[in-house]
């Protein structure tokens, strides 16, 4: 059973290559939204094994999903989370009063992206095919 990732991008270009390679490279059910209101409807009705959240979405910012879905009691208020932000300078994992969350600096290498993804869905995806 494929792992179902949550990805919120209001960026075409960039919703086009996350999508592709969550796709192709690790083979998830995948649910694309442009901004952070369906974000959080998403989040709010269906379940996910992963949230992908870019920080600066439309309506609602990728930090204050993460704070309303954390404070909830919902199927995904302990769903690991990864946030993307060209705000941020260098990789890591922070633990706040809302929960652990991973935060990668954009651009991004397809490589991290995809390894990032993979440990955060517990290693429960093949790895990557040569050449892909």
Request: aromatic residues 4%; without cysteine.
């Given at each position: 059973?494929?792992?179902?990732?949550?990805?919120?991008?209001?960026?075409?270009?960039?919703?086009?290559?996350?999508?592709?390679?969550?796709?192709?490279?690790?083979?998830?059910?995948?649910?694309?939204?442009?901004?952070?209101?369906a974000a959080l409807e998403e989040v709010l009705t269906n379940p996910f094994d992963?949230?992908?959240?870019?920080?600066?979405?439309?309506?609602?910012?990728?930090?204050?999903?993460?704070?309303?879905?954390?404070?909830?009691?919902?199927?995904?208020?302990?769903?690991?989370?990864?946030?993307?932000?060209?705000?941020?300078?260098?990789?890591?994992?922070?633990?706040?009063?809302?929960?652990?969350?991973?935060?990668?600096?954009?651009?991004?290498?397809?490589?991290?992206?995809?390894?990032?993804?993979?440990?955060?869905?517990?290693?429960?995806?093949?790895?990557?095919?040569?050449?892909?």
């Amino acid at each position: 059973m494929q792992r179902k990732v949550l990805l919120a991008e209001d960026d075409e270009i960039s919703q086009q290559i996350y999508a592709s390679l969550l796709q192709e490279a690790v083979g998830v059910d995948l649910t694309v939204v442009g901004d952070g209101r369906a974000a959080l409807e998403e989040v709010l009705t269906n379940p996910f094994d992963l949230l992908i959240l870019d920080q600066n979405l439309p309506v609602v910012t990728g930090d204050r999903i993460v704070r309303h879905l954390r404070a909830s009691r919902t199927r995904n208020s302990e769903t690991p989370i990864l946030r993307l932000s060209a705000a941020i300078s260098a990789p890591g994992s922070r633990t706040s009063a809302f929960g652990l969350e991973t935060l990668l600096p954009k651009p991004i290498s397809g490589e991290v992206f995809v390894a990032t993804v993979r440990k955060l869905l517990g290693g429960a995806v093949p790895p990557m095919a040569p050449g892909a």
